[in-house]
């Protein structure tokens, strides 16, 4: 099984600022790595896929790069309603589908 | 527009089985796509649990194999999964979601389910 990493834990970030969070693969997957959001009481959200693609309605400050191993989601500059959890997917060679253990973006 | 909804029971007394229900509007669940179920405990990340595609095949999480069966009702347009022998470890939201190969672009707003005597 590929496990999915992800740091830090928790991103203390201000409005209007630039939020990077990292995901790492225990082996290669490609691109194949999607990135969710999700808020409190809410279903996870389609953010990214590909490792770079948004998904449709997804604003453009929301960024994705990396392949291989290790995975970055860029939010540009953060808004009030950015402040939430993100996980990161691995989708290569299922199954297994996993997902990483979550970075929470909180308000500095 | 493609939407999922989730049902249950909410609460479950350990060693029996869950029975969980995924109504969905706006597609065919037996045109195309898979569908899959997703569990979340709390304060935890999401975990697949297994995905049924449109033909009726399906495929599981290899540790959670043993206890969870997911099928289709084409023409309800429902997808079910039940849960044998539940334990405390199976307290969670459980989600549907369409997916698109390995994606989840859709998804329920997910069903609380207990397990406690």
Same mark, same amino acid.
């Given at each position: 099984?590929?496990?999915?990493?992800?740091?830090?834990?928790?991103?203390?970030?201000?409005?209007?600022?630039?939020?990077?969070?990292?995901?790492?693969?225990?082996?290669?997957?490609?691109?194949?790595?999607?990135?969710?959001?999700?808020?409190?009481?809410?279903?996870?959200?389609?953010?990214?896929?590909?490792?770079?693609?948004?998904?449709?309605?997804?604003?453009?400050?929301?960024?994705?790069?990396?392949?291989?191993?290790?995975?970055?989601?860029?939010?540009?500059?953060?808004?009030?309603?950015?402040?939430?959890?993100?996980?990161?997917?691995?989708?290569?060679?299922?199954?297994?589908?996993?997902?990483?253990?979550?970075?929470?973006?909180?308000?500095? | 527009?493609?939407?999922?909804?989730? #049902?249950?029971?909410?609460?479950? !007394?350990?060693?029996? @089985?869950? /029975?969980?229900?995924?109504?969905?509007?706006?597609? &065919?669940?037996?045109?195309?796509?898979?569908?899959?179920?997703?569990?979340?405990?709390?304060?935890?990340?999401?975990?697949?649990?297994?995905?049924?595609?449109?033909?009726?095949?399906? #495929?599981?999480?290899?540790?959670? !194999?043993?206890?969870? @069966?997911? /099928?289709?009702?084409?023409?309800?347009?429902?997808? &079910?999964?039940?849960?044998?022998?539940?334990?405390?470890?199976?307290?969670?939201?459980?989600?549907?979601?369409?997916?698109?190969?390995?994606?989840?672009?859709?998804?329920?707003?997910?069903?609380?389910?207990?397990?406690?005597?």
């Amino acid at each position: 099984e590929i496990v999915m990493t992800q740091s830090p834990a928790t991103l203390s970030v201000s409005p209007g600022e630039r939020a990077t969070l990292s995901c790492r693969a225990s082996q290669y997957i490609s691109r194949h790595l999607a990135w969710y959001q999700q808020k409190p009481g809410q279903a996870p959200r389609l953010l990214i896929y590909d490792a770079s693609t948004r998904a449709t309605g997804i604003p453009d400050r929301f960024s994705g790069s990396g392949s291989g191993t290790e995975f970055t989601l860029t939010i540009s500059s953060l808004q009030s309603e950015d402040f939430a959890l993100y996980y990161c997917q691995n989708y290569d060679n299922w199954p297994p589908l996993t997902f990483g253990g979550g970075t929470r973006v909180e308000i500095k | 527009q493609v939407q999922l909804q989730e #049902s249950g029971p909410g609460l479950v !007394k350990p060693s029996e @089985t869950l /029975s969980l229900m995924c109504t969905v509007s706006g597609y &065919s669940i037996g045109s195309g796509f898979y569908w899959g179920w997703i569990r979340q405990p709390p304060g935890k990340g999401p975990e697949w649990i297994g995905t049924i595609y449109h033909s009726g095949t399906t #495929s599981y999480n290899p540790p959670l !194999k043993s206890r969870f @069966t997911i /099928s289709m009702d084409t023409s309800n347009n429902q997808l &079910s999964l039940k849960v044998g022998s539940v334990t405390a470890a199976d307290t969670a939201v459980y989600y549907c979601a369409r997916q698109e190969g390995g994606i989840f672009d859709v998804w329920g707003q997910g069903t609380v389910v207990t397990v406690s005597s």
